[in-house]
DNA sequence: ATGCCTGTCTGGGACAGA
């Protein structure tokens, strides 16, 4: 089973990005984040067309998160973190698929910082993290997917250079403990794990020929429970997409989790043949 | 300190992203 999560920074503009993946790729599960539209405006039926069931939550210009099904409908088990019934935006969602239970992320961004952008990532920070605890343990594989917005460390595997970014809300020492925290937990980073010291980053900004200079971020991340963690078998990112026409700036990075749900055995089996 | 790009909501320019 293959779990992918991207960043598709509006998703109705990125249709012919996201479908052309969607062929390519063959993801299982997708977790989409920034969807800017509403959940009126969100595209079920070309989604449909192209294979998967959806559930989402979208948001008028900012945010939103959906997740993806290939084959089937995700079965939702939670819509907003707890802990914050004041917080409208659209930023997590949880489904069950095929006996792993996914949880799509889009942490807020944090900038400027200080202030109280900042401020408002790391209260979701602690609300996601509050979460995390109840699920890390659970017997069934669980994944939570999405953009993070915490480049975990100053390493090259992490990120090109940090001149540029070292007064930024992704590279703050209060981001990287909460993640740390989180981690901490129980959760393997899947892209660190099986790759680790590799850059494969998941963002390059639009700016400043950032793309062309593979000058790019590792912040979009797949943290796996010890289950789901057993079961990791191959993890990475599609850069491929991020140099494609209309590109979102980010690209999408995905783990392969073996035998993961039923009728995953058989799947892989007919995908051999 | 600002622009650098690209998106949304609008219908020009503000705001957000990271």
């Known amino acids: 089973m293959k779990i992918a999560t991207f960043n598709v920074n509006g998703i109705n503009g990125r249709m012919p990005v996201l479908l052309a993946w969607l062929q390519q790729a063959q993801p299982d599960i997708v977790c ?52 914050d019934p004041k917080d409208t935006q659209s930023r997590y969602l949880e489904a069950a698929v095929a006996g792993v239970l996914v949880g799509c992320l889009y942490l807020p961004n944090g900038n400027p910082q200080p202030g109280p952008k900042f401020d408002y990532k790391l209260a979701w920070f602690e609300r996601l993290i509050a979460h995390a605890a109840t699920l890390v343990d659970m017997a069934s594989p669980v994944v939570l997917a999405g953009d993070y917005n915490v480049v975990p460390s100053d390493d090259v595997a992490d990120i090109y250079a940090t001149r540029s970014w070292k007064d930024d809300a992704l590279l ?15 959760w393997a980073d899947a892209i660190a794990t099986l790759h ?58 995905w783990a392969v989790l073996k035998a993961a749900g039923r ?10 043949t």
């Open 32 to 83: 989409l984040q920034e969807l800017k539209c509403t959940d009126e405006s969100f595209p079920r039926q070309a989604l449909e067309d192209a294979g998967y069931g959806a559930l989402w939550s979208g948001q008028k210009a900012w945010n939103g998160v959906a997740i993806l099904a290939r084959g089937s409908q995700p079965l939702e088990s939670r819509r907003g973190l707890p802990g």
């Open 196 to 253: 680790p010291g590799e850059p494969l980053y998941t963002f390059w900004d639009y700016m400043r020929k950032r793309w062309p200079r593979n000058a790019g971020l590792r912040i979009d991340h797949l943290l796996l429970n010890p289950s789901a963690a057993r079961l990791l078998s191959k993890a990475g990112v599609d850069r491929e997409v991020r140099g494609m026409e209309k590109a979102s700036d980010h690209a999408p990075a």
């Open 172 to 186: 703050q020492p209060e981001s990287r403990a909460a993640w740390r925290r989180l981690l901490a937990q129980g």
């Open 263 to 272: 009728g995953a055995a058989a799947a892989e089996g007919r995908r051999r």
